[in-house]
DNA sequence: GTCTATATTACGATAGAC
DNA sequence: GTCTATCGTAATATAGAC
């Protein structure tokens, strides 16, 4: 590193910056006076980088979802058995979303109000049936317990992954991206109860 | 019910429309053009009930946690050891989320803009934190795992719990209340592998 | 209680100088 | 690559008639 640091924006360090304060405001709730402010430099030059705010939305979940999707190649998620295929599913989504917070938090919140918006839900949908069909054949192997459906067991364990966003913050005292990915596991399989 | 469909609104009415847009296309995402819309009325007969758009926030959100913290004063969450009391305010909590959906939903989306965002943020954290101790509680009795931090393991069941408000829908052939509730509270204390 | 009309401000985006 | 100035639209909210 020899250069100090970057006093001009590319499309990728704006994103970054567009990002975090798309979280903390919510996409809808940031004008681009508020990104402008945030970057340090002037609306009319957040327009040379990008060609406007949809722009940086989509730039944003498509990471996000390149991430997500990038488990499902991994070794370990195409081969075995279907419920160790799931464990490794369920462990590198945690990873992820902590390796890529601010990118994959601004997905899980898109309401669907714009064109990028109701293509990014699609695709999480998309990813979403992959592994409800992991989490199906575990159930058909007998591994996965019968007695809760399994589609709403898999969309409770998602939203026992997805709760991350809410709360994890690299920088804090608290628990690494390694400890959380082991509770997150350790929960979703073996339950809260002492056995 | 002798009366017909009723004509005119009440702010009580109003907010049950409002809502609904607000968990639609989300609260900075609404216009008041989106609720004269969707109520019938034109934008300015709506602050003949209500002040603005902020004031249908706070009554939303305050009716969300008033069924919330109403919880915590039942019987069965006050007496009894604490695993049990745990159990029954994770399944009432359940229950509380579906019996008052649309409310609840919005609560858990405020992200902080205005002061009443704020205030609500104050007051979920203050619910968290209730049935924090709780779970610490049964975990010193040796009812919980104690492999898993109590703070994380809380945030993690809070997470399973509020998901609920992501999919479920009163109206769909899916799950009732009951067997969300159920199913809630297996996996949150038996987890997701058959034994 | 509801309406039309309008005041006022904020927003996304563009033009054109440097 | 960044700026100031500005355009056109959409936002919240109010005034005042019926």
């Not at 979303?97 to 994959?104: A, F, Q, R, T």
């Amino acid at each position: 590193m020899t250069t100090a640091r970057r006093d001009t924006y590319t499309p990728e360090t704006l994103l970054s910056v567009a990002v975090q304060v798309f979280n903390e405001r919510g996409y809808d709730g940031t004008s681009m006076e508020h990104l402008s402010k945030a970057a340090g430099i002037s609306k009319s030059s957040i327009y040379h980088h990008v060609s406007g705010k949809e722009e940086l939305l989509r730039r944003a979940v498509s990471r996000a979802l390149e991430g997500l999707f990038g488990i499902l190649e991994e070794e370990h998620a195409r081969v075995g058995r279907p419920v160790e295929r799931l464990e490794h599913v369920v462990r590198r989504m945690v990873e992820v979303l902590i390796s890529e917070l601010p990118y994959v938090t601004l997905l899980l919140r898109v309401r669907g109000n714009t064109e990028t918006e109701r293509w990014a839900l699609e695709r999480r949908r998309d990813f979403d049936h992959r592994v409800a069909e992991l989490l199906k054949a575990a159930a058909d192997d007998g591994d996965v317990r019968g007695d809760v459906e399994v589609r709403l067991a898999t969309r409770l364990v998602f939203g026992m992954i997805n709760s991350v966003v809410e709360w994890y913050r690299p920088d804090a005292r608290g628990a690494s991206g390694r400890e959380v990915a082991d509770a997150v596991v350790l929960l979703a399989f073996a339950g809260l109860r002492q056995n």
